[in-house]
């Protein structure tokens, strides 16, 4: 039997991937460590999304549900239930220590308060050697840091630093668009009364909501509130709007509106959005790219076209990257640049879907401020969706999905 150790007793670490990223192999040798498992008193696991991911693979390549019941699965599961699944498993193997990877990333405040109850639990007998981002991540039980040099793991005293607590990026003007979009309407998308159901099940009761020109929302919402319900509904990519009063730009859903015409007047920005641009295209490419609506450049641009882009990379602060590959960037440099892209053409409706999500404190801040910038203009409208309350976010509009029974309803707040 495993000795119980005190909090007082029991080193916990943190280690800051904002500055170093880790590849699962380093986490593999951290878990091998000779002075971790000694300290431990034993082995211990890798909670993160490579783990998760493995097992979705298992599932999906090889029909083992390890984390669910044979009559279940763990593709049906919002990203909270997944994480919680996979917790209780590891948990279920007596580890000594538990590498925990950004483990509230993704979550919902409900369920980021759960996590942190239960490492908080956990660490009185067991061991937690946290990676973050975010300063205000890091549990309150940490005592060491680590440092990963010449490919071993080194403690050190452990300081977290708010490194944006200072941080004020000064953007200039948002530069003009090259054409105007004519005759839009003043409400951009209506919601009248809508209400959605998949299998039987409510998801969003009777929700209406409108997005005019210019105005700048918070959508808000735990996990499986309905919030991708919404989103797709907008971007015509879920067919859940046709027969409903719903109107996007100024037209009813359904009524002979080409999908693509639509698009063309929204800019779409997600965390995994760079996935998608894993080509050699430079960055000014990728900018120009957003006013073919193309995965990358495969035209010529023209003159006015590259003066507009360099007008916006030097908005952020790129522009002695603009011939660098899209690749080669840090992923809020990347993030910088796919708001720049989707804005380059003044689209009516920017969404931003949990654009912060895996940035480090510095990186976060940067961005929110391009997204106020933006906002101020008031010339685009933006809805921008996300679990984590940023600090500095300056939008006068919140819209709070609130689940039920009976699907999630809505809750309105206006500053």
Do not use: C
Not at 69 to 94: C, F, H, I, V
Not at 378 to 386: D, F, G, K, N, Q
């Amino acid at each position: 039997m495993k000795e119980s150790n005190t909090d007082t007793k029991r080193k916990h670490y943190a280690y800051d991937v904002s500055q170093q990223a880790l590849s699962f192999s380093q986490l593999k040798v951290l878990q091998d460590a000779d002075w971790l498992t000694e300290e431990a008193g034993g082995s211990g696991l890798i909670f993160s999304n490579d783990t998760l991911n493995y097992y979705l693979d298992e599932e999906y390549r090889h029909g083992k549900t390890i984390l669910t019941s044979a009559q279940d699965d763990l593709n049906s599961k919002s990203s909270g239930e997944r994480k919680k699944l996979l917790l209780d498993y590891q948990l279920s193997q007596n580890p000594s220590f538990l590498i925990v990877d950004n483990p509230f990333e993704g979550l919902d405040v409900e369920k980021v308060t759960w996590f942190k109850e239960k490492l908080q639990e956990l660490a009185t007998h067991i061991t937690v050697i946290q990676l973050y981002r975010r300063a205000e991540d890091v549990l309150p039980f940490i005592n060491t840091g680590l440092v990963y040099e010449q490919k071993i793991f080194r403690k050190i005293e452990f300081q977290p630093t708010d490194i944006a607590s200072d941080f004020n990026a000064k953007f200039s003007k948002i530069p003009l668009p090259l054409e105007r979009y004519e005759k839009l309407p003043e409400s951009l998308v209506k919601f009248n009364d809508v209400s959605v159901s998949f299998d039987g099940k409510p998801i969003i009761n009777t929700i209406s909501w409108e997005i005019k020109k210019g105005e700048a929302w918070h959508l808000k919402g735990p996990n499986g509130s309905g919030k991708t319900t919404l989103l797709s509904m907008i971007t015509g990519d879920s067919t859940k709007g046709y027969g409903k009063e719903l109107y996007i730009l100024g037209r009813k859903k359904g009524s002979g509106e080409s999908v693509w015409e639509i698009k063309k007047k929204i800019g779409y920005i997600t965390a995994t959005l760079t996935e998608r641009f894993d080509g050699m295209h430079s960055v000014i490419e990728m900018v120009i790219s957003g006013l073919y609506d193309s995965v990358g450049l495969y035209q010529k641009p023209t003159s006015l076209e590259v003066t507009k882009a360099e007008e916006w990379l030097e908005l952020i602060g790129l522009s002695d990257k603009k011939e660098y590959t899209f690749r080669k960037l840090n992923e809020v440099q990347k993030r910088l640049v796919l708001i720049a892209r989707a804005m380059i053409k003044h689209p009516p409706l920017l969404i931003l879907d949990e654009p912060s999500s895996g940035l480090d404190t510095r990186g976060a801040q940067l961005l929110v401020q391009l997204v106020n910038r933006i906002a101020a203009a008031r010339e685009t409208a933006i809805l921008y969706v996300s679990h984590r309350e940023e600090n500095g976010l300056n939008f006068e509009n919140t819209l709070e999905l609130k689940p039920s029974q009976t699907g999630s309803k809505a809750l309105f707040k206006r500053s």
